[in-house]
Antibody
Framework: QVQLVQSGAEVKKPGASVKVSCKTS????????IHWVRQAPGQGLEWMGWINPNRGDTKYAQKFQGRVTMTTETSISTATLGLSRLSSDDTAVYYC???????????WGQGTRVTVSA | DIQMTQSPSSLSASVGDRVTITCRASQSIRTYLNWYQQKPGKAPDLLIY???SLQSGVPSRFSGSGSGTDFTLTIDSLQREDFATYYCLQSNSSPWTFGQGTKVEIK
């Protein structure tokens, strides 16, 4: 069965960087884009961008340009989100999700809580 | 960027009620509209994709309609397990954008 399993919670200081991994299984990893979505405490869902594991091309939301990096390692079917220059506004649960052929996000990771605090 | 305006932001309903949630796009998104259900502490679950297609395994009391800019999620005969927050997501063009969410609470 399709699974996306994310790395554990992180606590970071302002100005630091964080990496969140998303290990997938149960499907052909290169065949499906991975999207990243975050959710601040008590808030709605915010789309961050996507990566195409087959070619490595990416699309980032303008808000995160210059601070975000999405990568994949096909040999271990894993996607990674990097976010730098963290501030308290980046405190959120970060989700990876698989894009289905029908232009939706059909399978999601369990979420990774990132807390940014001095 | 396409703005998604979802309404209402919250509603109270009873078990057995029919519930309707709407999403309006700031420009046409054809039928690239998806609906998600999210329960506290959990990742969102896909309910409806392509505006009206029911995701496998989702109960038939959920339905979606619309095209262009106006979309509706309907829950017929609300069940206790349906109390949750619902989001629409447009996937017509990047950046993909979510509605603000609708919290469905027990009356």
């Amino acid at each position: 069965q399709v699974q996306l399993v994310q790395s554990g919670a992180e606590v970071k200081k302002p100005g630091a960087s964080v990496k969140v991994s998303c290990k997938t299984s149960g499907y052909n990893f290169p065949g499906y884009y991975i999207h990243w979505v975050r959710q601040a405490p008590g808030q709605g869902l915010e789309w961050m961008g996507w990566i195409n594991p087959n070619r490595g091309d990416t699309k980032y939301a303008q808000k995160f340009q210059g601070r975000v990096t999405m990568t994949t390692e096909t040999s271990i079917s894993t996607a990674t989100l990097g976010l730098s220059r963290l501030s308290s506004d980046d405190t959120a649960v970060y989700y990876c999700a698989r894009r289905a052929g029908t232009a939706n996000l059909d399978y999601w990771g369990q979420g990774t809580r990132v807390t940014v605090s001095a | 960027d396409i703005q998604m305006t979802q309404s209402p932001s919250s509603l109270s309903a009873s078990v057995g009620d029919r519930v309707t949630i709407t999403c309006r796009a700031s420009q046409s998104i054809r039928t690239y509209l998806n609906w998600y259900q999210q329960k506290p502490g959990k990742a969102p679950d896909l309910l409806i994709y392509g505006a009206s297609s029911l995701q496998s395994g989702v109960p038939s009391r959920f339905s979606g309609s619309g095209s262009g800019t106006d979309f509706t999620l309907t829950i017929d005969s609300l069940q206790r397990e349906d109390f949750a927050t619902y989001y629409c997501l447009q996937s017509n063009s990047s950046p993909w954008t979510f509605g603000q969410g609708t919290k469905v609470e027990i009356k």
